[in-house]
């Protein structure tokens, strides 16, 4: 059971590139959301999804985008890479947005925007 | 105010002690309240969840207290193993949508 996939795992653009996070879970998630990772911030919500077609802003969406065409897949894209996006990605699914339910993360996305 | 906070330590411990964190919420509607552990450049992973009357994992104590927003987690006879950056997470009432604190770091030092 592969859990959550995240690709890639690290990578490099340069200012104004555009790029997309790759994230796939297999367990049927109907939740899936994106934090990112900044030293001394602790993990801030980008996107979220609570089903397939469904997708909202978290606490900092600017500068990226996302889908949900299926269940499985939530690729966050960056569109125009600024130095303020370098920061570490987590992808994350739940079974769904409900009480007590727990979080699978994947393994993460360091990426840095030179 | 950050909607939920936590010291961010280090807290600094030799082996076999035990060492306790809090962590505060700042809305009264919170729903759910998790610990989630995360390793040195690794995706955080759930350590317990934190129910109403307290609930305990092997060396792991969790508490709430709602009149104080608060939630805490005491673990005894700390390991080197236990080094780690712990997190505290709270989702409220209607959205469910999980907001985490900054993170708390424990070294255990032999």
């Known amino acids: 059971n592969a859990g959550v996939t995240q690709t890639p795992k690290f990578q490099v653009l340069k200012t104004g590139q555009s790029m997309t996070l790759q994230c796939a879970q297999d367990m049927n998630h109907e939740y899936m959301s994106w934090y990112r990772q900044d030293p001394g911030m602790g993990l801030r919500l980008i996107h979220y999804s609570v089903g397939a077609g469904i997708t909202d802003q978290g606490e900092v969406p600017n500068g990226y985008n996302v889908s949900r065409s299926t269940t499985e897949d939530f690729p966050l894209r960056l569109l125009s890479a600024a130095p303020s996006q370098t920061s570490v990605y987590f992808c994350?699914?739940?079974?769904?947005?409900?009480?007590?339910?727990?979080?699978?993360f994947g393994s993460g996305t360091q990426l840095s925007v030179l | 105010r950050k909607e939920v906070e936590q010291d961010p330590g280090p807290f600094n411990v030799p082996e076999g002690a035990t060492v306790a964190f809090n962590c505060t919420y700042s809305?009264?509607?919170?729903?759910?309240f998790f610990w989630y552990r995360q390793d040195c450049r690794k995706e955080p992973k759930l350590l317990m969840s934190v129910y109403s009357s307290g609930n305990e994992d092997g060396r792991f104590t969790a508490q709430l207290n709602r009149a104080s927003q608060y939630i805490s987690l005491l673990i005894r006879d700390s390991k080197l193993s236990d080094s780690a950056t712990y997190l505290c997470?709270?989702?409220?009432?209607?959205?469910?949508?999980?907001?985490f604190g900054r993170g708390t770091s424990l070294i255990v030092h032999p």
């Open positions: 994350a699914s739940s079974r769904d947005r409900g009480r007590n339910e727990k979080l699978f």
């Open positions: 809305n009264s509607a919170s729903q759910s």
């Open positions: 997470v709270v989702t409220s009432g209607g959205s469910y949508i999980p907001t």
